[in-house]
């Protein structure tokens, strides 16, 4: 057979859009080429990202298996160009909903292992009756604390059309780096077509948020992700672009919420006693099927 048969479910979270591939006991071995297709939007199904779901005991990485006493699902996240990511904050939350939905997990809490660590999703009905997800992203932190550069910065980005720009680095699990746009330019009309160009380019590559204030607490974002290209959303970097503007301006409080808007909607961003942070949002499972993928 040149193809095999495969379900899925289509889902996203603020528009971070994602192919669901069941593999509950680990039988699949997705390869590169095969991930770019589900994800190719013209040739496939079309998606940022493509999560196969799995029983976390059947997981291949060691680390992951480490984690099956704390969740039983592992979130096995793949850009769109077939690379693996250690975490989607989007992508947990519509994890969440696709474990709940097809009744893999009980109660309002949801564990899930992810390639950095368990994470637990709280679910909780607002009342327009939508339910929203809260999920405990974990620890993070600045890359280069003591950065020589001084004021919070590490990185110099440079954009198309634009003087170069500085930037800070965090991980949440995954890169970031997070750069201020001066207030004359409209962020909307930044080129996000190629992905910016990071000095110190880092080993892993980096997702890139282009941020603008709007208010105390609140703020806009664009990205572009690694392994993808612009989204509408990113969710760990949301996370990130929060953490920096909190960071620049002191420490982040315990609870302080940042209100972050992006093309996809909004997510809410709390930091937590102990260095962790919590990210809300939305998540849709919008179609079911089944789809032929080429072998190889
Ligand atoms: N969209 C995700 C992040 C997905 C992984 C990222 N592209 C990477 O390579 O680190 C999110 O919502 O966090």
Not at 50 to 79: C, G, H, Q, S
Request: a negative charge.
């Amino acid at each position: 057979m040149t193809h095999e048969n495969l379900a899925f479910t289509k889902g996203h979270g603020t528009e971070n859009d994602f192919v669901l591939v069941p593999d509950l006991d680990g039988e699949l071995d997705l390869s590169d080429v095969q991930v770019r297709f589900l994800a190719d939007r013209r040739a496939g199904l079309g998606g940022d990202g493509v999560i196969r779901v799995v029983r976390t005991e059947k997981a291949d990485e060691p680390d992951v298996r480490a984690l099956a006493p704390e969740a039983e699902w592992f979130m096995d996240y793949r850009n769109a160009d077939g690379s693996r990511a250690e975490m989607c904050g989007n992508g947990t939350r519509v994890f969440a909903a696709y474990l709940l939905r097809e009744g893999l997990v009980s109660g309002r809490r949801i564990p899930m292992a992810t390639r950095a660590g368990a994470k637990m999703a709280v679910v909780s009905e607002g009342s327009n009756g939508e339910l929203s997800y809260a999920v405990d992203l974990g620890p993070w932190r600045l890359v280069h604390p003591d950065a020589p550069t001084g004021q919070g910065y590490d990185t110099l980005v440079a954009l198309p059309g634009m003087d170069t720009l500085p930037g800070l680095s965090l991980d949440l699990g995954n890169p970031h780096v997070v750069v201020v746009l001066p207030e004359s330019v409209d962020l909307m009309d930044v080129d996000l077509t190629h992905p910016p160009v990071l000095n110190p380019a880092p080993e892993s590559g980096a997702n890139v948020e282009l941020v603008q204030m709007l208010g105390p607490g609140h703020l806009q974002m664009r990205v572009h992700e690694r392994g993808v290209g612009e989204t509408r959303s990113c969710g760990t970097g949301a996370a990130a672009a929060a953490l920096a503007l909190m960071s620049w301006s002191g420490a982040p409080a315990d609870h302080e919420e940042w209100r972050v808007d992006v093309p996809g909607g909004t997510l809410l961003v709390r930091a937590l006693p102990g260095q962790r942070v919590e990210l809300a949002g939305p998540a849709a499972l919008v179609a079911d099927g089944r789809v032929d993928v080429p072998r190889g």
